[in-house]
């Protein structure tokens, strides 16, 4: 007999034959699903980072127009989530907000906070101390 060579009696060669029919499914299953899960949380994820993109750039639209149309680009003004403006802006972006980041917990304080950040991000730096706004 050769060492590389394996015998196999006809009932075992019977029993493994079984045993690989009855497990190869659940094997093909279980990797058929994992596979669908890491697709579903990229998809998923990709969906959720479009959304956002989308949102701020919505953001970013609304407060560079504000302090465009404000005289002195919003020069040393503060904003709040409850300024007026603000409340606003984030209103009248959850109209359009979509549906998948409402699934994830935005509402209109989240758009708040959003427009606030962006309207200090855009308007002009205050004046120096001494120097009155205009």
Sequence with gaps: MNP????VTPEAANYLSQFIIAVAPVVFLVING???VLVQRYVHNDAVAKAIDKTVSEAETKATLMVAADADNLAGRTFTVNSPEVVLAANK???NLPD???KEGWDANTLAKLVAGKIGQFQAPPPPPGKAVS
């Design 4 to 7: 590389t060579t394996v015998t």
């Design 34 to 36: 994992w596979i669908g």
């Design 93 to 95: 972006m959850m109209k």
């Design 100 to 102: 998948i980041l409402v």
